[in-house]
């Protein structure tokens, strides 16, 4: 079983296909490593990918210290994945937790993404919502290791972004809730505590990330109600993001519309090795809808 040895000793699986330019996968908190087959099957054709399971989620190792767990080392993760694979610099695709640590690792580690895909990003992020999110996260902790894994992720499974993938793709969404209910209750407990309770809000960041220019491109779908505000925040504030919506969609993006988010995904991915991803052009964010200057 491949494995690779974080700085704090921590194992964390992974799996590899493809050659080419590499891509790694973040996998969601309600997700794993398995999250992405359809992109890794796709591609593969043309690019080395990576997908591997972070701390907390089997067969990656569940360290016990509460402390192993934040959204700097979750950064610091996909840089021990990349040193140890001999990967210098890579694109990311990540969804949800996985795309917050993607945009973490772009603050904290100059020169190491060649692009970022963040899909389904920030829910909980706007201040708003701060203390409501807070309460939730503390909730989720306590019913894992209350009630167990698979009661709490027939509450997580059934909730409301997840009601489209269930709506359009029944058989997809018993695999996501099987494989969600194989996932350690006490990684998980762990995690929502360690990164998601105590992540920065998105909002707080404003300054660092509008300094970012590693090109970006932000995915929500329409449906995925607590990312609709964050991902417009990050396509006004990062001058190299751009904004695709999916219609219909709620937030298990990558499953819900494969084809359309792995042809959107390609697509940037092409136009980034093009060199053609250029920052916002400022005019575009001038106030007046008709007048140039």
């Given at each position: 079983m491949p494995k690779i040895v974080t700085d704090d000793g921590v194992n964390l699986y992974y799996e590899e296909c493809g050659t080419g330019t590499p891509i790694v996968f973040l996998h969601e908190f309600g997700g794993n490593y398995r999250s992405w087959e359809p992109q890794m099957r796709y591609f593969a054709r043309r690019h080395r990918c990576v997908a591997y399971a972070a701390r907390g989620f089997p067969p990656s190792d569940?360290?016990?210290?509460?402390?192993?767990y934040s959204e700097d080392r979750a950064a610091d993760d996909i840089v021990a994945v990349l040193r140890a694979l001999n990967i210098d610099q890579a694109h990311l695709v990540g969804l949800s937790m996985g795309s917050t640590a993607a945009?973490?690792?772009?603050?904290?580690?100059?020169?190491?993404?060649?692009?970022?895909?963040?899909?389904?990003?920030?829910?909980?992020?706007s201040p708003d919502l701060k203390a409501k999110f807070h309460?939730?996260?503390e909730a989720m902790a306590e019913a894992l290791r209350q009630d167990g894994m698979q009661a709490a992720a027939e509450r997580y499974a059934?909730?409301?972004t997840r009601a489209q993938l269930r709506y359009k793709d029944p058989r997809g969404w018993q695999e996501f809730y099987e494989q969600l209910v194989e996932h350690s209750a006490e990684g998980s407990a762990l995690t929502m505590l360690g990164?998601?309770?105590?992540?920065?809000?998105?909002?707080?960041?404003?300054e660092p990330l509008s300094r970012l220019r590693v090109p970006i491109l932000v995915i929500a779908g329409d449906e995925d109600e607590p990312t609709l505000d964050v991902s417009l925040f990050l396509k006004r504030t990062i001058p190299?993001?751009?904004?695709?919506?999916?219609?219909?969609?709620?937030?298990?993006?990558?499953l819900?519309?494969?084809?359309?988010?792995?042809?959107?995904?390609?697509d940037f991915?092409?136009?980034?090795e093009a060199g053609r991803w250029n920052p916002r052009d400022t005019e575009a964010a001038r106030a007046s809808v008709m007048f140039g200057r």
């Amino acid at each position: 079983m491949p494995k690779i040895v974080t700085d704090d000793g921590v194992n964390l699986y992974y799996e590899e296909c493809g050659t080419g330019t590499p891509i790694v996968f973040l996998h969601e908190f309600g997700g794993n490593y398995r999250s992405w087959e359809p992109q890794m099957r796709y591609f593969a054709r043309r690019h080395r990918c990576v997908a591997y399971a972070a701390r907390g989620f089997p067969p990656s190792d569940v360290p016990a210290d509460p402390e192993a767990y934040s959204e700097d080392r979750a950064a610091d993760d996909i840089v021990a994945v990349l040193r140890a694979l001999n990967i210098d610099q890579a694109h990311l695709v990540g969804l949800s937790m996985g795309s917050t640590a993607a945009l973490n690792l772009a603050r904290r580690h100059d020169g190491v993404t060649l692009s970022i895909t963040a899909a389904g990003v920030g829910s909980g992020a706007s201040p708003d919502l701060k203390a409501k999110f807070h309460a939730e996260t503390e909730a989720m902790a306590e019913a894992l290791r209350q009630d167990g894994m698979q009661a709490a992720a027939e509450r997580y499974a059934n909730g409301p972004t997840r009601a489209q993938l269930r709506y359009k793709d029944p058989r997809g969404w018993q695999e996501f809730y099987e494989q969600l209910v194989e996932h350690s209750a006490e990684g998980s407990a762990l995690t929502m505590l360690g990164v998601q309770r105590r992540r920065d809000s998105l909002y707080d960041l404003a300054e660092p990330l509008s300094r970012l220019r590693v090109p970006i491109l932000v995915i929500a779908g329409d449906e995925d109600e607590p990312t609709l505000d964050v991902s417009l925040f990050l396509k006004r504030t990062i001058p190299s993001c751009g904004l695709a919506m999916f219609p219909r969609t709620g937030h298990t993006i990558n499953l819900e519309e494969p084809d359309l988010f792995n042809r959107t995904v390609e697509d940037f991915i092409a136009t980034v090795e093009a060199g053609r991803w250029n920052p916002r052009d400022t005019e575009a964010a001038r106030a007046s809808v008709m007048f140039g200057r």
